[in-house]
């Protein structure tokens, strides 16, 4: 089981800044890939942005340009750069790993951490 810890959550008024943390229990080089994603109160929880063992990165429309995914592997850590902050950032963020296992991907969630962009 990947068991994964999130930190760097908070509050920010528009236009500012934050950093997420992921550290995972193993290599992250490892893994089919990791994201984050996120879900705001009575909506659907929606990929963030992913990044694949690869290093090949994927973003929603909404996030491109403003957010920027990465993985330290000695860390086993992926980060998550959110810059320009708007108030409908405001979600609770959750990291993922997908672990491939014979022919199925399994997913791992981390706790969810909250960001609130104020307005």
């Known amino acids: 089981q990947v068991q994964l810890v999130e930190s760097g959550g908070g509050s920010v008024q528009p236009g500012g800044s934050l950093i997420l943390s992921c550290a995972s229990s193993g290599s992250i080089s490892s893994l089919y890939a990791m994201g984050w994603y996120r879900q705001a109160p009575g909506k659907q929880r929606d990929m963030v942005a992913s990044?694949?063992?690869?290093?090949?990165?994927n973003y929603a429309d909404s996030v491109k340009g403003r957010f920027t995914i990465s993985g330290d592997n000695a860390k086993n850590t992926v980060y998550l750069q959110m810059n320009s902050l708007k108030p409908e950032d405001t979600a609770v963020y959750y990291c993922?790993?997908?672990?491939?296992?014979?022919?199925?991907?399994?997913?791992?969630w981390g706790q969810g951490t909250q960001v609130t962009v104020s307005s």
């Open positions: 993922n790993a997908q672990v491939r296992r014979s022919q199925t991907i399994n997913f791992y």
């Open positions: 990044i694949t063992g690869g290093g090949s990165t």
